[in-house]
């Protein structure tokens, strides 16, 4: 290989691993565990009754701990407005009414209170299990 090839190949990687590091102004980082979590207006009793009235009602199911039940896993990013986005199942019921409604009353939610970090509101991922069966 010539010592040009060699250099085109090394500017090559070069440009690519800047762009995959690269993060313009406008980016932020998403979080996983900040100092202060984000949290759903009026706290986790709150959440509760809304998951109940917009889940569990319409699809005549109950929550569970109990280990033969069915599980669905829901991850959606709270912004730094509290805003909620990307809601998406990431372990599916396998049932798709189910998984449908699960997002779309997280797609709905009030805004949340932010999670912090230094006292700044931060984005950050949600990941919250939900344990069911049938009524």
């Known amino acids: 290989m010539n010592l040009g090839k060699k250099y085109l190949i090394l500017f ?37 009754k809304y998951i109940s009235e ?6 005549n199911i109950c929550f569970d701990d109990n280990t033969n039940v069915r599980k669905v896993f829901v991850q959606f990013i709270v912004n730094e407005n509290g805003k909620i986005s990307d809601a998406k199942i990431i372990r599916t019921s396998n049932v798709p009414q189910i998984d449908s409604t699960f997002v779309r009353a997280i797609r709905n939610m009030p805004d ?3 999670g912090t970090v230094n006292g700044k509101p931060v984005k950050q991922y949600y990941n919250i299990p939900f344990n069911f069966h049938p009524k």
């Not at 690269?22 to 565990?33: E, F, H, T, V, Y």
């Not at 917009?54 to 699809?59: D, I």
């Open 12 to 48: 090559l990687v070069f440009i690519s691993i800047h762009k995959l590091f690269a993060q313009n102004k406008s980016d932020s980082l998403i979080l996983i565990d900040p100092e202060i979590q984000a949290q759903f207006p009026g706290g986790n009793q709150a959440f509760i």
């Open 54 to 59: 917009n889940v569990s009602n319409k699809l």
């Open 112 to 114: 949340w209170i932010p």
